[in-house]
């Protein structure tokens, strides 16, 4: 099967993905929450929706923001870190904005940091001035640099952002950290965030004004269902009348409750949406407050 003409008739949503890395097998998994399925051509850069008129180009991450600014695709998954780069990159180029930020969507987590060698003595930012950064974000870390009014060198790279130091390069390094082992590995140490980072539905900034509208909507829809449900579960319980006051104290993450009498006594029956974790130790003080017949189920679907 191949690729579609991209100038074809937009009744379609195309959302672009990674084809490998960190972010691919959970973007695919967050879509396929949504009821999307597909069938991948065999050359595996696209995927055919067939649940839904809902395709997935299979692509290089720093290649989804470009993507949706030439219109060759919709939607993307992408970090924020590589949609900010390039945010920063069109405006310092002076370029229409041509997409944003739709969603947060929860995973891929990681932080774009300064990280200088570890045998430095830390203070404050005002170290910085006179100093040659390393990094793969220069957008990013120029547009910091010029809020904190402080005068540096940026050694753009494409990779081994953390060996430069050590190759006399630069003094220190701006990159994206996840556990904080490679800057280790390099007798380096984080002393700053700069951005804080996760995986992010991305789309344009103008919206959509054919068929793909009225998909998009239906897609975040489901998406926010999906992510709201997160560590969900459902509670069920009976509890007095007197002590629901407390209960509820205790379950600050609960949306309002169903409480139904039971026989006509002050004795009810409640049933509520907790979007926390659902501890032992939760379930123990909510025994403690009077609750009684303690009931957790998981929630597999939530359309609002």
Known sequence: MSLPALTAVRERLRIAIQKSGRLSDPARALLASCGLSWRESRDRLFCYGESLPVDLLLVRDDDIPRLIADGACDLGIVGRNVLAEQVSGR????????????????????RLDLAVPEDWIWRDASQLAGMRIATSYPGLLEQWLDTQGIDAQIVPLTGSVEIAPKLGQADLVCDLVSSGATL????????????????VLAGPVKP?????????????????????????????????RQTL????????????????PVDGTDTLALQALCHGVMTWQRLEDLKHAGACGLMVLPVERMLA
């Open 91 to 110: 405006e310092s180029s002076q370029l229409v904005p041509a997409f944003r930020e739709w969603r947060a969507l929860g995973f891929g987590a990681c």
């Open 184 to 199: 280790a590995a390099n007798q380096l140490k984080p002393v700053l965030t700069l951005l804080q980072s996760e995986a």
């Open 208 to 240: 959509f004004t054919d068929a793909r509208a009225e998909l998009a909507a239906l897609l975040l829809r489901r998406m926010d269902g999906v992510l709201r449900l997160k560590d969900s579960k459902l509670l069920l319980f009976q509890a007095q």
């Open 245 to 260: 006051p407390a209960l509820m104290k205790l379950l600050p993450d609960a949306e309002p409750p169903t409480v139904m």
